[in-house]
């Protein structure tokens, strides 16, 4: 079992930058794919960035790439993403979610544990 908790959102002008982090409790983090999702309102929740257990590998929806980087530290138990560059149209409440197999999926039914989330807003 994992409790994760979300923090870093907020209110940003577009072209601005914020970093989400996400702390993970309870026991191998380092056995858990891990990635975010999004969700704006009216909208289903969507895959944003996932990483892999070592954080060797990385993959990113086309939205966001090339904007955002996801990135972990497994002796922290704690996951990252970076935004850039953002855009009125990545406002959305942003959650980061753990597949307790370690396999290397996207799809939400694929996750384990979810965090609350954290709001983030992109004014034009």
């Known amino acids: 079992q994992v409790h994760l908790v979300e923090s870093g959102g907020g209110l940003v002008q577009a072209g601005g930058s914020l970093r989400l982090s996400c702390a993970a409790t309870?026991?191998?983090?380092?056995?858990?794919?891990m990635s975010w999702f999004r969700q704006a309102i009216g909208k289903e929740r969507e895959f944003v960035a996932m990483?892999?257990?070592?954080?060797?590998?990385?993959t990113y929806a086309d939205s966001v790439k090339g904007r955002f980087t996801i990135s972990r530290d497994n002796a922290k138990n704690t996951l990252s993403l970076q935004m850039n560059s953002l855009k009125p149209e990545d406002t959305a409440v942003y959650y980061c979610?753990?597949?307790?197999?370690?396999?290397?999926?996207?799809?939400?039914?694929?996750?384990?544990?979810w965090g609350q989330g954290t709001q983030v807003t992109v004014s034009s």
């Open positions: 979610a753990a597949d307790r197999n370690g396999l290397y999926r996207t799809r939400i039914y694929n996750y384990d544990y």
């Open positions: 309870g026991r191998a983090f380092s056995t858990y794919t």
């Open positions: 990483i892999s257990k070592s954080g060797g590998s990385t």
